[in-house]
Each structure stands twice: as C-alpha cells, then as structure tokens.
C-alpha cells in the first residue's frame, strides 16, 4: 500500500475528482468482489471522453488489462493500465441505472445506480447525464460465450486489497463509483478505496 | 424486394436522414459482404442517441438480432429489429476513422472513414463529430474469442441483396454508410441500399 491518501468510497455511491498527465490512480477493491465504474473527461474539454469503443478496436481485445491503452473518443490515449493484480475488467456495459434495474430485476423503487452516481459526481464540471458513456468497469467480470454472444455478469476475481493502477496521459476529470448492482459483486455491497500518487506505487 | 423507393449509398460514403415512430428501415447488401453503420438519434431531444451498451445491457448478448430492441443511452426503445436475412452485426466497435486508419494500418493519408462520414451527414441537424457513438454495424462479423477477449474483424455473413429490417420505436434522424474500412468487407468497397416503408415489409 502507498503512503499516499487513500480515499475510501461508500457503498453504492461515487465521487469526481482531477487528475493530472503523469500522476497514476490506483483502485483498490479492499474487501474483494466488488466493482467499481470509471469514467473521465478531458478536462480542456469535457466534451473529449473516455471511449469504450475505439479503446476495444485498437487493442482488438475485448478484456484490457496491464500495458493496454483506454482511449478517448477522438483516439487521444486517456489512460495506461499499469499493475494489475485482477487481470479482468468489462468495458460493454453501461453503468446501471434506476432503468436497468426497473428492466432486469423488476425492481419497483431502485436505487439510482452507478449511472446516479456517476452523473451526480460530474454535474459539477458542466457535464450532463447525457454525456456518461459506458464506463470502464474496473474489477466487473461479464463471462462472454463467443460463439452466442451471450453475456453473464458473475462475481468478480477481486480478492481482499487487490488493486488496479492507472497512469494518466492527459488532465482529466474522472468520476469512480463503489458499484450499485448486486448481480456485479456477488450481491454484497461494498466499498471501493482509491488514491492518486505522483509515482506508479 | 418493396415496391418502396430504394435509395442507394455509393462505397465509403454516407446519408442522413428522418423516420417516423412505426415506419420500417430497410437496409440491403446488394453486392454482398459489405457494412453499413447505423447511428441515430431521438429527433425530440438529440442528446438522445443509441447505445450500444444499454442495448447489449438489456439483451444480456452481444449479437443482436430478431425481436431484439435496440435502446437509447436514456433507455428507451429506438428500434426494434426485424425479420433479419444475415442474423451477425457488430455493436462493440467506433466507426472506421482516419485515426483508425493510421493507428491500426499505417496509412499515411487515411479516408475519413465511416466516422467522418456519419459526421457530415448528422452536421446539418446540429449534432457534432463527439456526438457519434458506438454505431450498429449492420452486416460487420466481428468474431469473439471469449475466452481471451480477442476479436477479429471478419468478411460479413452477408449474401448478395439479404437484408435485415428496423422498426422505428421514435422519431429519429437516421445516419447510415457504405462502409469504408477494408476489413469490414473483405476488402472490395460496395454499396449499400436502404428504403423506408409504412408497413414492415
């Protein structure tokens, strides 16, 4: 563990925060199988966002992991993943929402989810709900059958303290959340620590 | 084949255009092999758009197809799917682009791809190139290793004149290409029609 300030992040909440090119982020999941949501913005223009799509067609993988390139929209690289004590993250799905749970769990008063908190936290950089795109899900693990396409969200290989580094290659607004969904962390809320060091330690 | 008027999209090129809720789009291969990325985009509000990980999300698979609803990033059905001659799409990859271009073939002076051509065709409704997503990549076999995540563009499923239908959940504008990115069709650029019907056939 780095000396650096470790952030802790509730159970089924989120919270923003900048970073700068060069500093590294470092999530960790400290009590195991749990997920959390990440999403970011250049800061010079928040209209620039962390893209799922370019980043999975340039890695021509679908599970990133250490030395793989989390492009934005315009192709610019917005992270590097450094360690990575995990190996499998999801980076198809949206964050869920109140609708996502009405819709698969039939939940008649749902939480407002990642997409809540995600939204919540970026509101105040200027940046509307309709700009939260599919985040990188740090810890998640969707089980992909390639020959159906079926997906199944299962329990994530998380242990106890385990971490995921993140080296920042530009100024970023970046929002994480400690995810909301059951099915992603074996149906045990929990929460989500972080910290921001100058170093990739 | 309808007696509707079929409209036709030269190779590496794009349209734009509207669709009421209940019409039909009718999107045709009619050299085979070749692509079309949709994009679209609620005509009442266009920070409404399709998204491909509500969609994926909500059908809990990757491939969509027949009675599979295409969803809005507000969770709203946008389309649902039809009768459906090729049963393979892509819903996981970001328009072809010049960046594309040059990062994963080396191309010196790259085409603007399928992105700058849904771009230009969406400028005249005031929507801008950071507001094209993750398209439906209608025709576009993108095999899926599960295991490792790998994915490989491959030639489409497509034979000559098949093609698969859309019901129109609101009322939208529409973008849709003639796919430019050699991979996506077995490396022979070609056309694509489309027509739009009040009944779906």
Known sequence: MSSAKTHRIPPRSGVSFKIKKGQYLTVIDPEGEQVSDMISYSVEDPREYLSSGRSIDYASRLFLTTDDILYSNRSTPMWTIGEDQVGRHDFTLTPCSAEMFRKLYNEDDPHRGCFGNLSA???????????VPIAFNIFMYVHVDGDTGEIEVRPPKSKAGQFTRFRAEMDMIVALTACSAGQSNNFDFKPIDYYISEEGV
């Open 121 to 131: 936290a970026v509101a105040k950089y200027g940046i509307g709900p309709d700009q």
